[in-house]
Nanobody, 126 residues
Framework: QVQLVESGGGLVQPGGSLKLSCVVS????????VGWFRQAPGKERQAVSC????????MYADSAKGRFTISRDNVEGTVSLQMSSLTPEDSAVYSC???????????????????WGQGTQVTVSS
């Protein structure tokens, strides 16, 4: 059974940082790309970042470029999202997903990902 479990969310002040983690089990993680998505209340789900299974290819949404860094540890079975310079607009439930093998030009399409975690809440507020 494939499971993805996110952690690391919480309340942070504007300008602060958070590191989200996604623990993946039940699959050979090294064969899969992993994406991070977020969804705020009343808004559509938004792709944030993706890291490929090979070659270290990473992709970021424009809103994440320069502020977020995605990384993976295939031995530990984890994918992390380091977020900095957070603003209230970053508040959302952040979810990780996998099932695709690479982060191609369509990496931001949620339909490409088969397995999803439950998400972790990130709230940016003073």
């Amino acid at each position: 059974q494939v499971q993805l479990v996110e952690s690391g969310g919480g309340l942070v002040q504007p300008g602060g940082s958070l590191k989200l983690s996604c623990v993946v089990s039940g699959i050979a993680l090294e064969r899969y790309a992993v994406g991070w998505f977020r969804q705020a209340p009343g808004k559509e789900r938004q792709a944030v970042s993706c890291i490929s299974s090979k070659f270290g290819i990473v992709m970021y949404a424009d809103s994440a470029k320069g502020r977020f860094t995605i990384s993976r540890d295939n031995v530990e079975g984890t994918v992390s999202l380091q977020m900095s310079s957070l603003t209230p607009e970053d508040s959302a439930v952040y979810s990780c997903a996998t099932g695709s093998t690479r982060c191609g030009t369509t990496w931001s399409e949620a339909s490409l990902y088969t397995y999803w975690g439950q998400g972790t809440q990130v709230t940016v507020s003073s």
